[in-house]
């Protein structure tokens, strides 16, 4: 026999006690309701079903739905913690009205089994006092005056000291509150209550705050039928960066970001974005990229039933000037420029990449690489060869540099005269050195000075060591007054460290 | 009826490959320096061609140093480099390092390097990238034996080579043995221990076998850097040699040591 239904309680700790935070709708019917502390809770109710609030799953599902909502409009702000606020200033007619998008949007979350209340008003705060007081009312602009009157404060507050001073005071509904003079109001809860009573009567509406960066320009398509394939994904790419490429173009804009978002029918959204290096317009460019891209996605874009929306946003755009320097600029470079954003565009801006040199001795700081994307600048490459000698740095760099083990030296301050590197045994028969570099204090006080030296083994390889630390005698005369038994355990074992291989 | 024309695609490669080729392509043969080397490749190294640079895992720096020595060679002077590789190659051989090339005289700013995650993906830029014909070369790193690296590959990247112009340097570190393709020059690099009588730390010196070559000999040498010349040398065989070859330019005199470079 299956356990009778018992009311279902959230809890979480607040102020060291275990509260209420959300409960059912049989726990409301018993009387139970968010606030009460869990003891009182069970005192009411002895059979309780108690689940322990978890914030960030609360929290993921609020986002999953306003990503869902973006659908609508681009303007969907977070209200937290259990609500969401839509600006669809200028929307609904592309869903058949105002009644008609929220019993879409009502419809649609309703199906995922999560209650909702939904209303529509001239302010967001009227929306979100209607929404909490009732549920699908639309009002027209001037009239939330009465449409909110009847409402209880709670709709307007929740959980709020101001809440009981009102109850006290004999207020219980937003008419009556707003019955008295608004002087009287601020003088007694604030002037910031005053205004958000304003705004749930439909005054001073205040635009939201909303959680996705707002594009510049958009193009998106609705599909009657969900499409999956990637060959009409890929098609209604390109029919939209075409209409992208018109709207850039009144404006002589091009997008240094764009990003494409698709919806599936099941409301998961997926969104991929991608960097330009200069301002792009060009709609087969684009539609090119965003091929390459989606071909070799890690995590692929996963159609499921179908998508019965994609979008194409330029959420960066910058003027796109033709200079003067564009039309000199050689064919070569232009073509180098073009590929940079194809294997870009492929295989992610940070695997494409330059070097770009550092002013700095450290070996391993000397260069970086930078993606090429960004450009390249003038480098200067210390000239550290004198001419007629042989390379001074080697060709590949370990990073980081490798301990080398068992290593011996002639003399004690000398180069290795063996050492074991990745396990094979090196016997060095010539060695140059050593060229001290000292570490920068500014990176990491603890690093040491090195000493490096370029040694070649008997089967002629040529390897770019270093010691860790100064040898001990010299050690002592820059360090006088540090630890001395420090010094005397890094001079019986030195650190040896492989830096390189040079050619 | 399929067998007779196989027959004759057969009979067709035969008479094309019999035939050497043209003049025209014959002059754009680029001299690497080596007169052995330069006389068993018929002038030089071919542009626009696939050429296969294999070293041992203990060897690969040689390798890659080779491989973007005849790339200077043959690219025309500024153009750009693409340099693939995979991650994986970074972290068993080391990065490649900016100073290291210039050393060598190689300019470090004339490198695109492309960081993969596996060979496909390596395979795939390098392919891309040969429909650009503003590149110099393409430099392709490959680790031990992948199994999409095969025949077809390599025909796919000398047709695209042929086509653009752009030379391919397929370097293949820590492959077992040399597989079956359509490159125009193979080649086996070691590394070569510097002779006895050289006093000083010298120049980058390898042991390269030709071990195919479409439209020459093949041979093995001892080849020498010169990283201020930017050509391929022979080594000197004895001492006198080396004197007049360092009479020929500033004595590279041993540094007083201890070099030292203070960053601070």
């Known amino acids: ?503 | 009826m399929p067998r007779l024309s196989l027959a004759a695609l057969r009979e067709t490669i035969t008479r094309i490959e019999a035939a050497g080729i043209s003049l025209h392509e014959q002059a754009k043969r680029v001299e690497l320096g080596h007169a052995g080397a330069d006389a068993a490749l018929g002038g030089g190294l071919l542009p626009g061609r696939l050429h296969e640079i294999y070293a041992d895992e203990r060897d690969s720096v040689s390798g890659s140093a080779f491989a973007a020595m005849l790339a200077l060679r043959v690219s025309r002077p500024g153009s750009v480099v693409l340099w693939v590789r995979q991650g994986f190659t970074a972290q068993q051989c080391g990065e490649l390092s900016a100073q290291g090339l210039f050393d060598l005289g190689i300019d470090p700013d004339r490198m695109l390097l492309v960081k993969t995650r596996n060979v496909a993906e390596a395979l795939r830029a390098a392919s891309d990238s040969l429909t650009c014909k503003a590149l110099g070369a393409i430099m392709l790193e490959v680790w031990r034996q992948p199994k999409s690296l095969d025949l077809a590959a390599s025909r796919k990247l000398t047709l695209r080579a042929g086509k653009s112009g752009v030379t391919v340097f397929l370097i293949r570190v820590a492959a077992a043995e040399a597989m079956p393709s359509a490159a125009e020059t193979r080649w086996f690099v070691r590394v070569q221990p510097t002779p006895d009588f050289v006093g000083d730390w010298g120049n980058p010196l390898f042991e390269a076998t030709l071990a195919r070559n479409r439209h020459g000999q093949t041979g093995v040498w001892a080849m020498e850097w010169s990283s201020d010349a930017r050509v391929f040398r022979e080594v000197p065989q004895n001492p006198r040699a080396r004197i007049s070859f360092a009479a020929a330019g500033p004595d590279p005199a041993k540094p007083e040591a201890p070099r030292r470079s203070a960053a601070g």
């Open chain 1, 1 to 503: 026999m299956p356990p009778a239904e018992l009311p279902l309680v959230v809890v979480a700790k607040i102020s060291n006690a275990l509260q209420l935070t959300a409960t059912d709708a049989l726990a409301v019917r018993n009387g139970l309701h968010a606030g009460l502390p869990l003891a009182d809770a069970r005192a009411r109710v002895p059979a309780l079903d108690v689940v322990e609030a978890d914030e960030a799953a609360d929290r993921a599902l609020i986002e999953a739905i306003a990503d869902w909502c973006d659908r609508f409009t681009p303007l969907v702000a977070l209200d937290l913690p259990y609500g969401l606020l839509l600006d669809v200033t200028g929307c609904a007619h592309l869903f058949g009205g105002e009644a008609a998008l929220l019993q879409s949007l009502c419809g649609f979350v309703r199906k995922q089994e999560i209650s909702v209340q939904a209303a529509i008003a001239g302010t967001s705060v009227a929306a979100r006092t209607l929404a909490r007081g009732t549920d699908g009312v639309i009002v027209q602009n001037g009239n939330e005056r009465e449409a909110v009157a009847s409402l209880p404060v709670t709709a307007l507050l929740q959980n709020d000291k101001i809440v009981y001073a009102l109850k006290r005071a004999g207020l219980k509904t937003i008419g009556e509150v707003a019955s008295r003079s608004s002087s009287e109001l601020t003088a007694r809860f604030g002037a910031s209550f005053s205004f958000l009573l304003q705004q749930a009567l439909g005054e001073n509406g205040q635009p939201i705050v909303p959680r996705r960066p707002l594009p510049d320009y958009v193009a998106e398509r609705r599909f009657a039928e969900p499409v999956a394939t990637a060959e009409v994904i890929l098609r209604t790419i390109a029919s939209l960066a075409s209409t992208l490429e018109n709207l850039l173009e009144e404006r002589d804009q091009g997008a240094r970001r764009l990003e494409a978002s698709f919806f599936r029918t099941d409301g998961a959204v997926r969104h991929i974005a991608l960097d330009t290096g200069k301002p792009l317009r060009d709609a087969t460019q684009i539609a090119a990229y965003y091929a390459e891209r989606l071909e070799v996605l890690a995590d692929p874009v996963d159609p499921g039933f179908g998508f019965d929306l994609v979008r194409l946003s330029a959420l960066a755009t910058e003027p796109l000037e033709y200079k003067a320097a564009d039309l000199e600029a050689s064919q070569d470079e232009t073509e180098i420029a073009a590929l940079i954003e194809r294997l870009s565009a492929r295989f992610g801006p940070e695997r494409i990449t330059r070097f770009l040199s550092l002013d700095t001795h450290v070996p391993e700081h000397a260069a970086a690489f930078c993606p090429a994307q960004r450009g390249q600048g003038p480098s200067a490459w210390p000239q550290m060869r004198l001419e007629g000698e042989a390379p001074r740095r080697p060709l590949h760099m370990l990073s980081p540099p490798e301990r080398i083990d068992n290593t011996m030296a002639e003399f004690p301050d000398g180069p290795p005269a063996r050492f074991v590197w990745r396990r094979a045994a090196h016997r060095i028969v010539r060695a140059e050195g050593p060229e001290r570099i000292a570490m920068e204090w500014w990176r990491d006080a603890e690093a040491k000075t090195r000493d490096y030296f370029q040694l070649e083994d008997e089967g002629g390889r040529r390897f770019w060591v270093y010691r860790d630390g100064l040898y001990d005698r010299e050690a002592d005369k820059q360090h006088d007054r540090e630890a001395e038994n420090q010094h005397d355990r890094e001079a019986e074992n030195p650190r040896w460290f492989m830096h390189g291989l040079f050619a």
